[in-house]
């Protein structure tokens, strides 16, 4: 029976499994399974190897960077977001991918419209925010990293001036705040400057409009949320596992 899975820290609002099963049933795999495995700390992946019906597993919050030192290959997607959230096990080795990249990347293309240029501001710098950085670079979207701490290439949310937002049309949303169930949370921008000129990303997908993107709504401002590019990601992970390693 071959058992593929996520894991995390906290996994009660995935929907990952629901994803995968439907799929498997779809596709008549009735023997697949799709399992979620929380771990207290990175380290117990070890005892996910000892599974040996295990062909491969997503990573989400916070292992995406945690994970690379337990890797044998890091695939070129992977070095380019400088994160992973696909392994592959190949011959009781873990191979690294990022899906996140093409999903996200994929999605935001779908999302703006043609023609149009954009500044971006990417709220969070943790491992989520790696395939959101790597599309904007390949995008020629020029951007500013919003963090809590003061770190080198960023601004602080105290620094985010209205006129900042203003002059910044795309917002991107790569923190966990807002995800269910602390649902009133989200990331502390000063929301009176938005307007029917900005789009407003959200990397969060439960639930389907956070207060981040709600906040945005009530401004006039175009919203979407991380459903699109989880469904992208995920069918690109179905793609890495089942392809052939040279």
């Given at each position: 029976?071959?058992?593929?899975?996520?894991?995390?820290?906290?996994?009660?609002?995935?929907?990952?499994?629901?994803?995968?099963?439907?799929?498997?049933?779809?596709?008549?795999?009735?023997?697949?399974?799709?399992?979620?495995?929380?771990?207290?700390?990175?380290?117990?992946?070890?005892?996910?190897?000892?599974?040996?019906?295990?062909?491969?597993?997503?990573?989400?919050?916070?292992?995406?960077?945690?994970?690379?030192?337990?890797?044998?290959?890091?695939?070129?997607?992977?070095?380019?977001?400088?994160?992973?959230?696909?392994?592959?096990?190949?011959?009781?080795?873990?191979?690294?991918?990022?899906?996140?990249?093409?999903?996200?990347?994929?999605?935001?293309?779908?999302?703006?419209?043609?023609?149009?240029?954009?500044?971006?501001?990417v709220l969070g710098t943790g491992g989520a925010s790696k395939a959101v950085i790597a599309t904007l670079n390949d995008m020629n979207i020029c951007h500013t990293m919003v963090s809590r701490k003061k770190q080198a290439?960023?601004?602080?949310?105290?620094?985010?001036?209205?006129?900042?937002?203003?002059?910044?049309?795309?917002?991107?949303?790569?923190?966990?705040?807002?995800?269910?169930?602390?649902?009133?949370?989200?990331?502390?921008?000063?929301?009176?400057?938005?307007?029917?000129?900005?789009?407003?990303?959200?990397?969060?997908?439960?639930?389907?409009?956070?207060?981040?993107?709600?906040?945005?709504?009530?401004?006039?401002?175009?919203?979407?949320?991380?459903?699109?590019?989880?469904?992208?990601?995920?069918?690109?992970?179905?793609?890495?596992?089942?392809?052939?390693i040279a």
């Amino acid at each position: 029976m071959p058992i593929y899975g996520l894991i995390g820290k906290k996994l009660s609002h995935s929907f990952s499994k629901k994803f995968f099963t439907e799929k498997f049933q779809k596709e008549g795999l009735q023997d697949y399974r799709y399992e979620l495995f929380e771990l207290s700390e990175i380290g117990e992946v070890d005892e996910l190897l000892k599974k040996g019906q295990l062909k491969g597993f997503n990573i989400t919050i916070p292992y995406k960077k945690e994970i690379i030192p337990y890797l044998s290959h890091l695939d070129s997607s992977a070095k380019k977001v400088g994160a992973v959230n696909v392994v592959k096990i190949v011959e009781g080795q873990m191979h690294g991918y990022n899906s996140d990249y093409y999903g996200f990347k994929t999605s935001l293309e779908n999302w703006l419209p043609a023609g149009q240029s954009f500044k971006a501001l990417v709220l969070g710098t943790g491992g989520a925010s790696k395939a959101v950085i790597a599309t904007l670079n390949d995008m020629n979207i020029c951007h500013t990293m919003v963090s809590r701490k003061k770190q080198a290439h960023t601004v602080t949310y105290d620094e985010l001036t209205e006129d900042l937002i203003k002059n910044h049309r795309l917002i991107i949303n790569t923190t966990p705040l807002g995800m269910s169930p602390d649902v009133e949370s989200c990331p502390a921008i000063k929301y009176a400057a938005l307007d029917t000129n900005h789009f407003l990303y959200d990397l969060v997908y439960n639930p389907t409009t956070t207060t981040f993107l709600d906040k945005g709504k009530k401004k006039g401002a175009f919203v979407k949320n991380g459903l699109e590019m989880l469904h992208l990601q995920a069918d690109k992970s179905w793609e890495i596992w089942n392809k052939r390693i040279a």
